[in-house]
């Protein structure tokens, strides 16, 4: 209990509360606007989070994810362009409702549901989090080499499209973060005489260059004065969307529960997670046939399900320091940069940051309601924002933003390198997420095996002598059996596809 | 702009040879087989496979070796390309110079300009507005050492 009155005590100050609603409004600007993500709102908001202390950054980093995945529902609905890809799965759902004269409904709904999930994953997350700690206090540097190396195993798995190109994805991310000292024997490594590559390459640059950067070079060259904004009135909001969530209750919780287990996995994330429940609800669905004809069930189910996922994905980032996506891997990066590696001992030596973290989580679901609410209100002047003002805004937002980590020039070169390859990497249909969770995961992998074999002067078999490290191994095995089978089969399917 | 998979596959295997060369001569642990070169090596070794692998495939599937995919044509995303771009080379090499605030009021004014295709006094003070901002934000707020470059002389003369 003293423990919980003083987590209270840290998240309930002027400061953190202040910045709780300042970076959800961030947020809820970011998801808005079609093109602009989740991801890329906490990239650029990275910079700042550096200038404060480890509770409000992670306060501002999950308000403004929470509230991005919300706002991303807003354009789905009112123009059939989601705003973040997490809300894709039910943007044609809800556009139809709208048509059909409930866009209040399914807007409220959209809100409803996204808290409800939200507030379930954190339930998930407070209650198991500890336990598994717990669990993991006895893992050496055996476990640990073969969780990251699951990890970002399964990064590959669930990214989706080719298994191939998802393995060339990691393997750049490894060889990113092979860039420096390494930090075992002290060898420099690929730094070509430069000073500046000596401490390896900063992990801000590179976020910022691959999804920021990325993604301006895609927009930019479609930069309109103004989207094009035809938008119907919200009116009725939040009649019939309590009944509705009501109805749908099952929905809800099974979104929310399957929302929070799927963002637990590595590298996926709420998108993955609001496909899987919307395909789902549809499979056990009374009437599947209305699915994508309007139909609230689905939307209610994925609405929950994204929200819940952003929770699922801090299970691994707290307990093992693996992140489960893009963001996790930038909080584990901010965390890190404050000097507390996230990890079984974090829940030991800091439990009351870790409560402290538990509330801040359940308070930005709670302010997605009014916030939410607030977001549909204005979202007919945030969509008319011209795109022509806002790309090249968040351009000198991303060059002082990657300047401000090192006050280095060379970061910014950094920024703009890695954004031309993630560009020429999206275009070409390698996924971005396996990169950057090994550029995070890499030290980890290569550190504690360099630890192992040395504390087994070299012998290779005792990476899988404790019983724990040998379950993680088979883990590791059968995920790898699976990605190359994919492979196979995608490519047979792909070769069956080409016309001869 | 999309290649075919033989074309990115040459340049991943490329790589891969580069990060096993490189690593060759990364020296061991003491009394050890492994080192500062080993997952260099395996990623480059990797890298080799993958790449390899890419290349039988695209030589298999015969696309066009390099083909223009996006929706915006190719002119729009070089103007992109050199907004960006140029945008950065301008920070890094004029800040030191003309300082923070002209720069951005400069650079922000013409891609304004550029972007959203009004007339220049909106530009520029749309632009004179942004960077207050960001000046605000980074430069006071958050202590990043933002240069006045020339104006550092013109404030404190």
């Not at chain 1, 379930?120 to 997350?125: A, F, K, P």
């Not at chain 2, 790589?15 to 003491?30: H, I, R, T, Y």
């Not at chain 2, 530009?123 to 240069?147: N, Y």
């Amino acid at each position: 209990m003293t423990d919980l009155l003083q987590a209270a005590s840290m998240v309930f100050t002027f400061e953190v509360l202040g910045i709780v609603v300042a970076a959800s409004l961030f947020g809820l600007f970011m998801g808005a606007i079609p093109g602009l993500t989740a991801t890329m709102a906490t990239a650029l908001l990275v910079p700042i989070t550096f200038f404060m202390e480890p509770l409000p950054a992670i306060a501002a980093i999950v308000s403004a994810t929470a509230m991005a995945i919300v706002a991303g529902d807003i354009p789905g609905a009112l123009l059939r362009m989601p705003g973040t890809p997490a809300s894709a799965v039910y943007a044609d759902e809800a556009f139809l409702m709208g048509k059909q004269g409930k866009l209040g409904l399914a807007l409220g709904l959209n809100v409803t549901c996204s808290m409800l999930g939200g507030v379930i994953g954190v339930m998930i997350l407070a209650l198991f989090a500890p336990r598994i700690a717990d669990f993991a206090l006895q893992f050496t540097s055996d476990e640990y080499f073969w969780l990251a190396l699951l990890g970002l195993s399964c990064a590959i798995l669930v990214s989706g499209g080719d298994p191939l190109k998802g393995g060339v994805s990691m393997l750049l991310g490894l060889g990113i973060s092979m860039v420096g000292m390494d930090s075992v024997s002290g060898q420099v490594r690929f730094t070509f005489g430069s000073y500046d590559l000596l401490a390896g390459i900063s992990l801000l640059p590179v976020l910022i260059g691959l999804f920021a950067i990325t993604e301006l070079l895609r927009s930019m060259s479609s930069a309109e004065k103004r989207q094009p904004v035809v938008t119907p009135e919200a009116n009725g909001m939040f009649s019939g969307v309590a009944s509705t969530a009501w109805r749908y209750k099952g929905g809800v919780a099974r979104g929310g529960i399957l929302g929070t287990m799927i963002g637990a996995l590595p590298g996926a994330g709420a998108d993955i997670a609001s496909w899987i429940s919307y395909a789902v609800s549809r499979k056990l669905s009374r009437t599947p046939e209305k699915f994508g004809s309007g139909h609230p069930e689905g939307l209610v189910s994925a609405s929950s399900a994204n929200n819940a996922a952003l929770s699922g994905a801090y299970i691994p980032a707290l307990v093992f320091g693996i992140p489960g996506d893009t963001v996790t891997a930038i909080i584990i990066g901010v965390l890190m940069t404050k000097g507390i590696t996230p990890g079984p001992d974090v829940f030991a030596e800091q439990g009351t940051l870790v409560n402290a973290i538990f509330m801040v989580f359940i308070l930005a679901n709670l302010l997605l309601l009014p916030l939410g609410l607030l977001a549909i209100k204005g979202a007919r002047r945030l969509l008319a924002i011209p795109t022509g003002i806002l790309y090249p805004l968040i351009l000198m937002f991303c060059i002082v933003g990657a300047f401000s980590t090192n006050n280095s020039m060379f970061d910014i070169w950094v920024m703009l390198a890695i954004g031309l390859l993630g560009y020429f990497l999206m275009e070409n249909d390698f996924p971005l997420g396996p990169l950057i969770l090994a550029v995070i995961l890499g030290p980890i992998i290569e550190s504690n095996f360099m630890r192992s074999i040395l504390k087994s002067n070299g012998d290779l078999m005792a990476f899988v002598d404790r019983p724990i490290a040998m379950v993680l191994a088979v883990c590791a095995l059968l995920t790898w059996t699976l990605i190359i089978a994919n492979g196979v089969f995608s490519g047979r399917r792909r070769r069956m596809s080409v016309p001869s | 702009m999309r290649t075919n998979d033989a074309v990115s596959g040459a340049m991943v295997a490329a790589l891969g040879a580069a990060f096993v060369v490189a690593s060759a001569d990364l020296p061991s642990l003491p009394r050890q087989e492994y080192g500062a070169g080993t997952f260099p090596t395996v990623i480059g070794t990797l890298l080799l496979v993958f790449g390899g692998l890419m290349i039988l495939r695209g030589v298999r599937h015969r696309e066009a070796w390099v083909k223009w995919t996006a929706s915006a044509p190719l002119t729009r995303f070089l103007g992109a390309l050199a907004a960006v771009v140029g945008t950065v080379v301008a920070y890094v090499m004029l800040t030191p110079i003309i300082g923070f605030p002209l720069l951005s009021l400069a650079v922000l004014t013409a891609l304004f300009y550029a972007f959203h295709r009004r007339h220049l006094p909106l530009s520029l003070g749309i632009a004179a507005i942004a960077t207050l901002a960001i000046w605000g934000l980074f430069g006071q707020l958050l202590h990043v050492p933002l240069e006045l470059g020339i104006l550092e002389q013109v404030i404190y003369s």
